[in-house]
């Protein structure tokens, strides 16, 4: 429970708007590293929304880990993660 609500935060922007063919599209190859950034955000809200489909639930716990200090550092963790299995991907955008 703790893992969903803290990543959750993730999906502060609005979940219903998320393009499902895009997400289909992901790739951890990116031109350059504020992109792969963006995928790692993706990364972590797609595991959010796989671990918790229920966006009611969601929106629900989303005042109680918006304002919990720990469930954000918690969920830049997980971005912080992704980021860097994107980097590593990309070969640190070295050429």
Same mark, same amino acid.
């Given at each position: 429970?703790? %893992?969903?609500?803290?990543?959750?935060?993730?999906?502060?922007?609005?979940?219903?708007?998320?393009? &499902?063919?895009?997400?289909?599209?992901?790739?951890?190859?990116?031109?350059?590293?504020?992109?792969?950034?963006?995928?790692?955000?993706?990364?972590?809200?797609?595991?959010? &929304?796989?671990?918790?489909?229920?966006?009611?639930?969601?929106?629900?716990?989303?005042?109680?880990?918006?304002?919990?200090?720990?469930? %954000?550092?918690?969920s830049s963790?997980?971005?912080?993660?992704?980021?860097?299995?994107?980097?590593?991907?990309?070969?640190?955008?070295?050429?």
């Open positions: 429970m703790l %893992l969903v609500a803290s990543t959750a935060f993730i999906t502060a922007q609005d979940s219903d708007t998320t393009d &499902t063919t895009k997400q289909d599209e992901l790739s951890l190859i990116t031109e350059t590293p504020e992109e792969g950034f963006q995928v790692a955000v993706q990364l972590a809200r797609k595991g959010v &929304t796989t671990t918790q489909p229920d966006k009611d639930v969601l929106f629900m716990l989303r005042d109680v880990y918006s304002k919990d200090p720990d469930a %954000l550092i918690a963790h997980v971005v912080a993660v992704h980021y860097q299995t994107v980097a590593a991907a990309n070969n640190y955008w070295r050429e």
